[in-house]
């Protein structure tokens, strides 16, 4: 991940942008406890398995849960245009009310700040984002903010979070990443990853496309 993180949608070699989706199968006796998707959305925040192993540390990043104080600035990534160019666009809700509505979840280990070490900058997100019907799959993603871009953050932030690919239980990691993305298409190969298949119009990754990596390989 020069350019963004593995585990994220990572944008094309000329947005250069890292946003790399994964899906990890996730462990039965965490399925057991969800019981449909609002109790799921409620038990996931600080909950999820990732969440005892935080923060995670690399070289130069670190991941944490997201808090109150990362929400504002974390709109400003979302609302960039080449961030967004392949994730459905720049936000639509106004400020105040998207910031009010994050910070109703903070703090939050589906939605993770991938931050610099040394000052605790914030770079962007990663985010866990559950598959409804449950499918046992976990959707990582990785979302950075072009001051980020091109300095190896998203491929470092990437190593860690896959290094924690056994604690989650994880099976399988899938990203999906669209097709004119020959950066994240390069990283996706540098880590293993094989392609599945074109994704159809049932998903929103509608065009892209679906690799895997089998944890342990």
Known sequence: ??????????????????????????????????????????????????????????????????????????????????VKRYLGGVLAKPRDSWIASMSKSCPSATTLAVCLASTGELLGRAAFSPTLPFRDEVALEIVLGRAAWGKGYGREAAGVLLSRATTIRAAAIEATVHPDNTASLSLLASFGFQFVKVCDAADWQHGHHMYRLAVGT
């Open 1 to 82: 991940m020069s350019r963004s993180s593995l585990p994220l949608s990572l944008r094309s070699q000329r947005s250069q942008a890292a946003h790399l989706t994964w899906q990890a199968r996730s462990n039965n006796s965490f399925k057991s406890k969800l019981r449909g998707s609002t109790q799921f959305r409620r038990y996931l925040p600080m909950s999820h398995p990732i969440a005892t192993e935080l923060p995670l540390r690399g070289s130069r990043i670190s991941i944490r849960a997201l808090e109150l104080e990362d929400v504002e600035a974390l709109y400003e990534v979302e609302c960039d245009t080449e």
